[in-house]
Nanobody, 120 residues
Framework: QLRLVESGGGLVQPGGILRLSCAAS????????IGWFHQAPGKEREKVSC????????HYTYSAEARFIIARDNAKNTVYLQMTSMKSEDTGVYSC?????????????WGQGTQVTVSS
């Protein structure tokens, strides 16, 4: 059974950098697309980025496209989300999830999430 665990969250100042990790256990990640989702306080969860199982296809929201980078290391069974030029609106819980092969498929396995707070 696939298990996902996020790490790397914390407090960062506006304009700062943070790298989140999504580590998998139980199953290798190479057959899964991995998405990163953001839930801001009082708002619905939204997908901010996704990488396909091959790594060839990457997707970002408009807000994330110029500031975030998603990358996968299948040898480490881990997917990363590097966030730069962080803004207060990036505050919230970040979760990773897995879908079979492609980002347009349904995400069926979820991590517990990691809290990110952007504040001076």
């Amino acid at each position: 059974q696939l298990r996902l665990v996020e790490s790397g969250g914390g407090l960062v100042q506006p304009g700062g950098i943070l790298r989140l990790s999504c580590a998998a256990s139980g199953v290798t990640l190479d057959g899964y697309a991995i998405g990163w989702f953001h839930q801001a306080p009082g708002k619905e969860r939204e997908k901010v980025s996704c990488v396909s199982s091959s790594g060839d296809s990457k997707h970002y929201t408009y807000s994330a496209e110029a500031r975030f980078i998603i990358a996968r290391d299948n040898a480490k069974n881990t997917v990363y989300l590097q966030m730069t030029s962080m803004k207060s609106e990036d505050t919230g819980v970040y979760s990773c999830a897995a879908a079979p092969q492609e980002c347009h498929e349904a995400f069926t396995s979820w991590g517990q999430g990691t809290q990110v707070t952007v504040s001076s």
